[in-house]
């Protein structure tokens, strides 16, 4: 008889458990830049504040502004860069 393989004390997973909710919230902002970076054609970029809406709407909902920047690569480079910022603060008010 073989004794079985014991997972060792310590794993990532337990590390990952004991970060809480705060973790929990950043992985959700992380998933939803992944989101974006997937179908950046579905978003744009608000030229009042920067912050990256859906497509359909017609004005910013944070800063009521018009202007739009659509080009993926400029969706794209505004979700890597709220993404970055998302792993360095704990800031809420971003604009997702
Ligand atoms: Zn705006």
Same mark, same amino acid.
């Given at each position: 008889m073989t004794a079985p393989e014991t997972p060792a004390p310590g794993s990532p997973e337990d590390l990952e458990n004991a970060a809480g909710?705060?973790q929990?919230?950043?992985q959700?902002? =992380?998933?939803? !830049? &992944?989101?974006? +970076? ?11 504040? $920067? ?22 690569? =400029?969706?794209? !480079? &505004?979700?890597? +860069? ?11 008010? $971003?604009?997702?």
């Amino acid at each position: 008889m073989t004794a079985p393989e014991t997972p060792a004390p310590g794993s990532p997973e337990d590390l990952e458990n004991a970060a809480g909710a705060e973790q929990e919230h950043l992985q959700e902002r =992380a998933r939803k !830049a &992944q989101k974006i +970076l997937e179908h950046p054609e579905n978003y744009k970029v608000c030229e009042g504040c $920067d912050s990256i809406v859906t497509a359909r709407v017609a004005t910013c909902p944070n800063c009521h502004g018009y202007r739009f920047e659509s080009a993926p690569q =400029a969706v794209i !480079a &505004q979700a890597k +860069l709220l993404a970055a910022r998302a792993q360095t603060t704990l800031r809420a008010e $971003d604009l997702f």
